[in-house]
């Protein structure tokens, strides 16, 4: 669970489908605005907070011990926040409503960049998956009711070398640099 929550100054995991997304949008203007330090946004909803709520207990029941270790990367202006990990395992949580939990482009990209991190400046980084927790409404009331562990799903996520250096580190490096002088980026400023 994150404490700080400023989000200036830093990108975070979570924060790689704009990164990797299209910069000449409202909501890239908006969410470079909060990193710059510009403005601050508090969106929460029900379904959040009852997320928040529950993924400590979802840890608990997976017996998953080291939980919300933030790893900085300054160089890149990367900080990574994990929910949970192990010495070789990062375990990302998410909650959902739907049937079925299916891995987005965005939960994708954002496991990609937390094995990056655990691996920084190492020979050997951590696997990720995603720890998938279907809530129920019932849940969404009270923040109480104990884990139902047949409705946890697991997706385990390759890590994509070529991805990680071909697409992404070259726009976060970009980005960093703009961070870090306060400009604006320009998309088309970035080699392919």
């Not at 946004?41 to 993924?55: D, L, N, S, V």
């Not at 991190?117 to 050997?124: D, P, T, V």
């Not at 997706?155 to 992404?168: C, F, G, K, L, T």
Request: charge should be positive.
């Amino acid at each position: 669970m994150i404490h700080d929550h400023d989000r200036s100054g830093w990108i975070g995991a979570s924060d790689t489908s704009k990164v990797m997304g299209r910069w000449d949008t409202e909501t890239f203007r908006k969410w470079w605005s909060v990193k710059l330090g510009i403005r601050q946004e508090t969106f929460t909803t029900p379904a959040m907070q009852a997320g928040t709520a529950y993924e400590g207990k979802i840890l608990d029941a997976l017996g998953i011990r080291t939980r919300d270790r933030q790893v900085r990367i300054h160089g890149l202006r990367l900080r990574v926040n994990y929910d949970g990990e192990d010495a070789r395992l990062i375990t990302e949580v998410k909650t959902h409503s739907k049937a079925e939990f299916r891995v987005s482009k965005a939960y994708w990209q954002q496991c990609q960049v937390e094995m990056l991190a655990s691996g920084w400046g190492l020979r050997r980084r951590k696997e990720c998956r995603i720890a998938a927790y279907r809530m129920t409404e019932a849940e969404l009331q009270n923040y109480f009711l104990p884990i139902d562990m047949g409705r946890m799903s697991f997706h385990p996520i390759p890590y994509d070398e070529e991805w990680v250096e071909r697409a992404y580190l070259p726009r976060l490096r970009y980005l960093a640099k703009c961070l870090k002088t306060g400009q604006w980026p320009r998309e088309e400023a970035v080699q392919p």
